[in-house]
């Protein structure tokens, strides 16, 4: 599912891609680059880095080839060559290549990833488990905004970054102007879901919070988070299944404090290990150049943060 494009933004995206090797399988632009965020016009969001993900099928040929078209794009890593930087690319981290202040038509921050074929259904199971995993942690009624936060604030919970680094009202200044877009993503999985009373006029939703609603719920979330959940609960030696564990925790009036505490676990543990392989990937002075500037966005929030605290 795709968003409504921007006004204006299609020929300077399809620009600034032609620039890079054209066997890309999936690439879409992101971030206060690309959707307004409150508390910033349009003036301030045209100055702002657009950040791209390319998803590719074969990280070694596309590497090759922008190492012969883009050569000073990369760090130091370009001397190991394309089979070296795929390697430390997939092998650790979130899996991606991580690039900032490409400058290509002013300043992009970039990402590689490698890519197969159920890649568009993955997309909307990613969605799907967003609803879910939000649902566990919200109480039994509550607003769209209410969700759209929760599901926004997934990705940065546990991020160290957020202690230092990105504006603490991030998660809030995304949705406030943008809710129009979360309800596109979101409104046909919202009608579909079972466990949910949706009620789109109105702008409220209530959730099954039953111990049986809950462990469907639970059930239905990605294996991975189903691992971190067991880990938090099963006693060491127990080796207990994951059914078992999930059905006792479905029961437990603490339930979303535990999906909390999984979520937060993979996304600090990624978020580090990316931070510092982005280092490498992207080189030590951009990597401060562009570490100043999230520290002085996060001190601009700070300074504006009475007029941004409240969703209204």
Not at 256 to 272: F, L
């Amino acid at each position: 599912m795709t968003l409504p494009a921007l006004h204006n933004t299609g020929v300077l995206y399809r620009r600034i891609l032609s620039q890079f090797p054209q066997d890309i399988s999936l690439a879409f632009a992101y971030g206060s680059g690309v959707f307004k965020q409150h508390g910033t016009n349009q003036g301030q969001m045209e100055k702002n880095m657009l950040d791209f993900v390319i998803a590719v099928d074969d990280p070694v040929t596309w590497h090759t080839m922008n190492l012969l078209q883009n050569r000073k794009h990369y760090s130091i890593l370009k001397l190991l060559g394309p089979t070296m930087i795929s390697s430390i690319q997939n092998d650790h981290g979130a899996s991606v290549y991580y690039n900032t202040l490409v400058p290509v038509d002013g300043r992009v921050k970039m990402l590689v990833q490698g890519e197969n074929g159920k890649l568009r259904a993955a997309l909307v199971a990613n969605l799907k488990s967003a609803v879910t995993a939000s649902f566990l942690m919200l109480p039994e009624s509550f607003t769209e905004e209410d969700l759209f936060l929760q599901i926004a604030g997934l990705s940065y919970a546990g991020d160290f970054r957020m202690v230092i680094g990105e504006d603490k009202s991030k998660v809030a200044n995304i949705v406030k102007d943008n809710v129009q877009h979360f309800r596109i993503l979101y409104s046909n999985i919202l009608r579909d879901c079972p466990q949910v009373v949706y009620k789109p006029q109105q702008g409220k939703l209530e959730v099954d919070k039953s111990p049986e609603g809950q462990f469907i719920q639970l059930m239905a979330l990605p294996r991975t988070l189903q691992q971190r959940i067991t880990k938090l609960v099963d006693p060491p030696g127990k080796n207990r299944d994951v059914e078992e564990i999930l059905l006792q925790v479905a029961q437990d009036p603490d339930c979303g404090a535990v999906v909390q505490q999984g979520i937060s676990s993979i996304v600090k543990s990624s978020s580090i290990t990316q931070s510092i392989k982005g280092i490498a990937t992207a080189g030590m002075w951009k990597t401060v150049s562009y570490s100043s500037k999230k520290l002085m966005k996060m001190w601009k929030g700070w300074r504006r943060k009475p007029s941004v605290s409240q969703m209204s």
